[in-house]
């Protein structure tokens, strides 16, 4: 017979890293569905018209935050 007995200290960290993985093999399933996705679409697409593609992308979103921006300041 022990006089002082230690309490396991019980946390909830496994629980929740059990939760963190599910949520992220969630998120890496249905990252992985979406490039499928976009690669069966842009499979017969040639090196040039993804090129432009990736140009207005780029111009559209760039000019989207700078309208942001330029709106915060002012």
């Keep these: 017979m022990s006089l002082f007995r230690r309490k396991k200290i019980t ?12 949520v992220a093999n969630r998120i890496i399933r249905q990252q992985t569905r979406m ?3 976009l690669n ?6 040639s090196k040039a018209s993804k090129l432009i593609a990736l140009f207005l992308f780029c111009l ?12 915060a300041i002012h």
Aim: aromatic letters at 22%; proline letters at 0%; a positive charge.
């Design 35 to 37: 490039a499928d996705y």
């Design 40 to 45: 069966r679409k842009t499979a017969y697409w």
């Design 60 to 71: 559209l979103f760039g000019s989207i935050c700078l309208y942001f921006i330029i709106k």
């Design 11 to 22: 946390s909830g960290f496994h629980i929740n890293d059990a939760l963190a993985a599910r």
